[in-house]
């Protein structure tokens, strides 16, 4: 994979591009139906996405789609809750160190199974199999504030986003996440698919 010193795009110009991507998949003006054969020639020399998607890998929820984007654009992690693992910490920093992406966009959806699965061993103490265990456990701390009182799909709601700026934090927190952020040359964003609507709704 390429290297790159200094990406096309500043962070708020990644930000204004991801947006557009959306609005065309909200209108049903998605772009990128058919197969660039000179576009694959080009990538395989070398990739410059940018920007990176921490996102679920829930399939009602692929980025690709949702930002109308096409081969090359966008470096995308996917794991079940968008939540934060050593190979998940490891893949976000390459992407910012070596791919200079200069956008980074935690996306957590509404209606989310691994969250659902962690409110249920907050909730009610229950287990799951073995390796799903081990990801609910993770999700965890991300929980530890909600009130618990509230109505369930309430709760689901707020666990969500809970998630998304619990993960956003370590992200912004860690020492590679200081020093980029503090460059001026990397944001930092969460946000929340409506499975419903097809809508991002951006956290401040």
């Known amino acids: 994979m390429a290297e790159h010193e200094q990406h096309l795009f500043t962070a708020d110009e ?12 909200l209108s049903g003006r998605a772009r990128f139906s058919t197969l660039d054969r000179d576009h694959l020639t080009t990538l395989a ?12 890998s829930d399939s009602r929820v692929p980025p690709e789609i949702i930002f109308d984007a096409t ?10 809750g968008n ?3 050593p190979e998940i910490a490891g893949s976000l920093q390459y992407a910012v160190s070596h791919l200079h992406t200069p956008l980074i966009v935690v996306l957590g959806h509404e209606g989310c199974g691994a969250i659902q699965a962690a409110l249920k061993t907050r909730q009610e103490g229950h287990q ?9 456990d993770r999700l965890l701390p ?13 709760l689901l709601s707020l666990a969500v986003e809970a998630n998304v700026r619990y993960v956003a934090d370590i992200i912004r927190h860690s020492p590679e996440g200081q020093l980029r952020l503090k460059e001026g040359r990397v944001r930092l ?3 929340i698919y409506q499975l419903d609507t097809g809508a991002i709704r951006l956290l401040d």
């Open 128 to 136: 799951h199999f073995s390796r799903i265990q081990m990801l609910v």
């Open 45 to 56: 020399a070398g990739q410059q996405p940018f920007a990176t998607i921490l996102g679920c």
């Open 142 to 154: 991300a929980l530890e504030e909600l009130d618990a009182s509230v109505d369930p799909d309430s």
């Open 14 to 25: 990644a930000f204004t591009r991801l947006l557009e991507g959306h609005r065309r998949f």
């Open 71 to 80: 081969l090359g654009e966008i470096f995308v992690i996917r794991v079940a």
């Open 83 to 85: 939540t934060m693992a």
């Open 189 to 191: 964003l969460g946000a």
